[in-house]
């Protein structure tokens, strides 16, 4: 599904040049500071990606269009905000309170990211919509559910773990591709244009527990798709619940 080489991180330069000393680590605590709606709309023109770190949960009842997706309850969410922001581009943080947007601006201090947070959606969701501004909304499905609209129609399932991960155990029928190869990285544009799902196709995406794959919706979104639901429990939740699994070689397993 993927080229036969390394995937590098979209900030890895930054991350090169912290390692070199020539980004230096924040050495006092960062503060974000809040922004209007109307503010963070003309920021959004101007190229400023949003970075909505709600749980997917609140992030799929309504968000800002083009918002990635991640986790800030996630221990690897600086990484992924890395993975799937482009290199050097300035970004703003969308959270649940003001005290999460000065713990997301915080943790992203570790990898020198924090100096590229513009400042926060004060106010969250809530004054965006206050203010007149539209939301889009990701549906989230039960595994039960998907079960049986699998059975029943034919729903697309997209699993975006890892390799390791799909070969102990994957949906049959299901396709592959990890999120990290849905976002620009660096030398390697994103590789959406492999899947064989087009953007008009419902499509039910997993991971193990349900967060990567509400940040690959986020990145799905961006570039089209339309039909998109969000596996609440991920394979975590299909397995517990006794449903079929096969391996990487095809054959009906457990993980």
Request: aromatic share 6%; charged share 20%.
């Amino acid at each position: 599904m993927q080229d036969e080489q390394p995937v590098k991180p979209a900030n890895i330069l930054n991350i090169v040049a912290t390692n070199q000393g020539k980004r230096p680590l924040t050495l006092t605590k960062p503060v974000a500071k809040p922004l209007s709606p109307a503010r963070i709309k003309e920021l959004m023109a101007a190229g400023h990606a949003v970075v909505d770190a709600r749980s997917s949960a609140t992030y799929g009842a309504g968000h800002i269009a083009g918002a990635y997706n991640v986790q800030m309850d996630s221990t690897e969410f600086e990484q992924r905000v890395g993975w799937v922001v482009p290199d050097n581009t300035p970004i703003i943080l969308v959270t649940d309170s003001d005290a999460d947007a000065q713990k997301c601006i915080y943790n992203m201090a570790f990898i020198a990211l924090d100096q590229l947070v513009t400042g926060f959606l004060d106010g969250g969701i809530d004054a965006w919509m206050a203010a007149g501004y539209p939301i889009e909304t990701v549906p989230q499905i039960d595994v039960h559910t998907l079960r049986n609209r699998l059975l029943a129609n034919g729903l697309q399932v997209l699993d975006v773990r890892e390799n390791d991960e799909w070969d102990e155990g994957h949906i049959e029928g299901a396709h592959f591709m990890p999120y990290t190869s849905l976002a620009q990285q660096l030398d390697i544009p994103p590789q959406i244009d492999k899947l064989a799902i087009t953007p008009d196709q419902s499509i039910a995406v997993t991971c193990a527990t349900g967060k990567r794959s509400s940040t690959a919706i986020s990145l799905l979104k961006q570039n089209g798709y339309k039909y998109l639901y969000n596996v609440t429990g991920g394979m975590e939740a299909w397995e517990n619940a006794g449903f079929k699994m096969i391996d990487g070689d095809g054959n009906v397993c457990s993980i």
